[in-house]
């Protein structure tokens, strides 16, 4: 099991673009959370799927969407990129009610620059 | 609201000392508490959660719902304990949704 794996490593755009980062979670996972790690700062809770669903969302704006599909991988878009979207993005998989609660396995993360 | 917070930004110790990481939370129900860590190219992983008890690479962490605080301490540091560690919240009410604190970087001196 490779674990949970992201795509692409890195990747640069400019302002307004926008950009599709792609997330296979661990095997056996069915829950798909996504994370905003700007340089210097803990991840900051973007949404979470689960049953291809978002069910719990943090203090993120509509530019920011994802979806789920039924293999449990996920994508996350950023539409209209500004300058501030520069950040790596984490994908952390867990297990859905998993006793002793949501360990989360966190991917590589994708390096997002926006020029 | 809730919240994670770590006090230290930077916490440097020498090797054999004691070191103890700061966390406190804020969450009116009832908290999960975790401590990930990130070593050097390396992708976060989870280090321990309260709710097992046990300690991982000698860390322990005691859960204090008084004081609310999950600090993750170790009697004596190696070099290799050199790392970034985050202290997460999970809240089980909310669909495990897990919040992070902003991190403390250990530095162990030789």
């Known amino acids: 099991d490779a674990g949970v794996t992201q795509s692409p490593t890195h990747l640069i755009k400019t302002r307004g673009q926008q950009v599709t980062l792609r997330c296979s979670p661990k095997s056996g996972h069915d829950t798909v959370s996504w994370y905003q790690q700007a340089l210097g700062q803990g991840p900051q809770f973007i949404f979470q799927?689960?049953?291809?669903?978002?069910?719990q969302r943090g203090n993120f704006p509509d530019r920011f969407s994802g979806h789920q599909f039924p293999n449990y991988s996920s994508e996350l878009n950023v539409n209209a990129l500004l300058l501030g979207d520069s950040a790596l993005y984490l994908c952390a998989s867990s297990l859905e009610q998993a006793a002793g609660g949501p360990e989360q396995f966190f991917g590589p993360g994708t390096r997002l620059t926006v020029l | 609201a809730q919240r994670v917070t770590q006090p230290e930004k930077l916490l440097s110790v020498f090797k054999g000392a004691p070191v103890e990481l700061k966390c406190n939370y804020s969450?009116?129900?009832?908290?999960?508490l975790f401590w990930y860590v990130q070593y050097s190219r390396q992708r976060l992983q989870l280090l321990l959660r309260?709710?097992s008890r046990e300690s991982i690479k000698g860390f322990t962490a005691d859960l204090n719902k008084g004081e609310t605080s999950f600090h993750l301490k170790k009697p004596f540091a190696q070099e290799e304990d050199s790392a970034m560690y985050y202290c997460a919240l999970g809240m089980k009410t909310s669909y495990d949704k897990v919040i992070f604190g902003p991190g403390t970087s250990l530095s162990v001196i030789p």
């Open positions: 309260h709710i």
């Open positions: 969450y009116s129900g009832s908290p999960e």
């Open positions: 799927y689960y049953e291809e669903e978002e069910r």
